[in-house]
């Protein structure tokens, strides 16, 4: 495997483990604030950015590379409002859509064919996750402390399922 690309896939695979940290300390908070379909909705997407970072795993060993683990720094434990919190989940997927347009650059330019291709599951992925994050911060600020409307979405939010990826993504 390219070391440039081993390192920086190394890197993502710790930012999605990251990720799940993150969403895992949302689903928490919301435990504790008696909002179970928005922790609901948070477990889930901890689920998925599990298996994002076992896409990463996967490939480096495929390509005859070594995984390397790293320490997952602490996450924000709290928010103010449920708004907040998705604002933040949100921001947090741009980030990762950031990065993920990196690595795709870095394949580009170390011709890494491999590694552009398998890339190109995780921009589309990206597109998914920043508008279903976005869809949800928008209710919300229409909603606004509107509790009635809070109660409907988190009620909404606790029907989201884990649906892991077609097995030939692995």
Do not use: C
């Not at 919301?30 to 889930?44: C, D, H, S, T």
């Not at 890494?112 to 597109?127: G, I, K, P, R, S």
């Amino acid at each position: 495997m390219n070391p440039k690309i081993e390192e920086a896939f190394n890197k993502q695979l710790n930012e999605e483990l990251y990720s799940a940290y993150l969403y895992l300390s949302m689903a928490a908070h919301f435990e504790g604030e008696n909002l179970k379909g928005m922790a609901n909705w948070m477990r889930v997407q901890a689920q998925e950015e599990m298996t994002h970072a076992m896409k990463f795993y996967h490939f480096i060993f495929d390509r005859d590379g070594k995984v390397t683990l790293t320490e997952i720094r602490t996450p924000k434990v709290s928010w103010k409002s449920p708004q907040n919190a998705f604002e933040d989940a949100l921001s947090h997927e741009k980030k990762i859509s950031a990065f993920i347009n990196d690595l795709v650059d870095l394949s580009l330019k170390e011709n890494d064919h491999a590694a552009n291709t398998f890339l190109q599951w995780f921009v589309n992925e990206q597109v998914e996750e920043e508008a279903s994050a976005k869809e949800i911060v928008d209710k919300l600020k229409f909603a606004g402390d509107n509790k009635v409307t809070l109660f409907m979405m988190d009620s909404e939010l606790g029907q989201r399922v884990f649906t892991p990826p077609a097995a030939s993504a692995k």
